[in-house]
């Protein structure tokens, strides 16, 4: 198992992107899909701040391919960045 660092946000940004683009949908349909506002996209792909983690999760399991892949890591890197409390009080939201 690696032990990678979590993605910078601007590289999470990108995959964002690439997820998003990769599933044909527009800013304003995987923002429905994802139960978020158009503008949270915006700010995730800009890399302006980093989704909360359910929604990287939900991110995640919609990635296909290498794209999995990528998310997969990612998501191994940033739990284990993040304490345990801070990841129960965001499930707990």
Same mark, same amino acid.
């Given at each position: 198992?690696?032990?990678?660092k979590?993605?910078?946000?601007?590289?999470?940004?990108?995959?964002?992107?690439?997820?998003?683009?990769?599933?044909?949908?527009?800013?304003?349909a995987?923002?429905?899909?994802?139960g978020?506002?158009?503008?949270?996209?915006?700010?995730?792909?800009?890399?302006?701040?980093?989704?909360?983690?359910?929604?990287?999760?939900?991110m995640?399991?919609?990635?296909?391919?290498?794209?999995?892949?990528?998310?997969?890591?990612?998501l191994? !890197?940033?739990?284990?960045?993040?304490?345990?409390?801070?990841?129960?009080?965001?499930? !707990?939201?």
């Amino acid at each position: 198992m690696s032990r990678t660092k979590p993605l910078p946000k601007t590289e999470l940004g990108r995959l964002i992107r690439a997820t998003r683009e990769s599933l044909g949908l527009t800013l304003t349909a995987f923002a429905k899909q994802l139960g978020v506002t158009h503008p949270n996209i915006c700010h995730w792909e800009a890399g302006r701040v980093r989704p909360p983690m359910l929604k990287a999760l939900n991110m995640g399991a919609l990635a296909q391919g290498e794209l999995r892949k990528e998310w997969v890591e990612m998501l191994r !890197a940033r739990l284990r960045s993040e304490s345990l409390r801070a990841f129960m009080a965001e499930v !707990a939201e």
